[in-house]
């Protein structure tokens, strides 16, 4: 998973390992890469020439909060019924179906590796929690 935040691209990775060093803190690391995903957004855009982003009218655009399960969906004119694009329509929809299921697995592996850690800080053995979540100390897996 990437953000961009005022044209510096950074890994969900990154931002972790940076908040982990900064505040020696596991836990609000862990809550500031949280923050930033409860929302899934999805976009389908059309670049029409001298486009250098997505507008409302030529992108279809579906955001779901994953807390609350809200679903809202932007349908632009380029992609209704007879219009050149509308078949993108479909493909924006795959799209969609694909990002919910990578994100359940994502949230599925999140909660391993937080009930694997809480062991580790139970004190069980770190070598045994580590094997068994698949991860060496410096990367997390990642399904996107």
Do not use: C
């Not at 609000?28 to 486009?51: K, M, P, R, Y």
């Not at 609350?68 to 992609?79: H, R, S, T, V, Y």
């Amino acid at each position: 998973m990437t953000y961009t935040s005022s044209s510096v691209s950074v890994t969900a990775s990154v931002r972790f390992q940076t908040k982990l060093k900064e505040t020696k803190n596991f836990g609000d690391a862990l809550v500031e890469i949280f923050s930033d995903l409860v929302q899934l957004e999805i976009v389908t855009w059309v670049a029409h020439e001298g486009d250098t982003s997505h507008k409302a009218g030529n992108r279809l655009k579906t955001t779901i909060n994953l807390i609350d399960g809200d679903i809202e969906n932007e349908l632009g004119a380029d992609f209704l019924q007879g219009s050149p694009y509308a078949e993108l329509r479909e493909f924006h929809e795959i799209q969609v179906a694909k990002g919910s299921e990578t994100i359940a697995n994502n949230l599925k592996t999140l909660v391993d590796i937080g009930q694997k850690v809480t062991g580790m800080l139970a004190g069980e053995s770190e070598d045994q929690e580590v094997s068994a979540i698949g991860v060496s100390s410096d990367r997390l897996p990642s399904f996107v």
